[in-house]
């Protein structure tokens, strides 16, 4: 029987910490295409107190999350558990994308490891809800570890490449909601 919890207590953050990937999920407020992303880098997850949460958000050819928060803040992360103790944990909250140019940025930053070069943005979020569940269905999944294609085509971009690239590809949602302002 699944759980709700007041806060992100220590062993929730335990939990959290010793998953290889997440998802997060998002969706505009009326029709349009509902957004999950799946999410594995380590150490791109972090927790900023009991009911507070942000994660790095890397490039990508889609600027989905982005364009939902910026028109409803809505979000979702679920982090299930692939090895011997089955279990799912889900928070819902309310997000909000602080750019680089940001007076907020630097403070955040400080929050992950250095010298990621695909990084966009980072996604902050006031969690309301925090809720668990068993697990029984997901299957057992060994890590083998991280695929570093997305840090590496970072790497071997300028930042003018970069911005071109999100100045095609990230200004709109693919149902035409706005995203990021290039």
């Not at 880098?41 to 942000?54: G, S």
Request: with cysteine.
């Amino acid at each position: 029987m699944g759980k709700t919890y007041e806060r992100i207590d220590a062993n929730l953050k335990t939990f959290i910490e010793q998953q290889a990937m997440y998802f997060v999920a998002t969706a505009p407020s009326a029709g349009g295409h509902v957004n999950v992303s799946p999410k594995g880098y380590a150490e791109t997850f972090a927790i900023i107190d009991e009911r507070t949460v942000a994660y790095l958000d890397m490039n990508g050819s889609g600027a989905e999350t982005i364009a939902h928060l910026r028109e409803n803040g809505r979000i979702t992360f679920m982090f299930c558990s692939f090895e011997r103790t089955p279990k799912i944990l889900r928070l819902y909250g309310s997000g909000r994308t602080v750019l680089p140019h940001e007076p907020e940025w630097n403070g955040l930053a400080g929050l992950f490891p250095e010298g990621n070069p695909s990084i966009r943005a980072i996604i902050v979020a006031q969690i309301d809800r925090i809720a668990d569940s068993c697990g029984y269905g997901v299957p057992f999944m060994e890590v083998i570890g991280p695929r570093d294609m997305l840090k590496d085509w970072g790497a071997r971009k300028s930042p003018e490449t970069l911005a071109k690239y999100r100045s095609e590809k990230n200004r709109v949602s693919i149902d035409g909601l706005p995203a990021i302002d290039v």
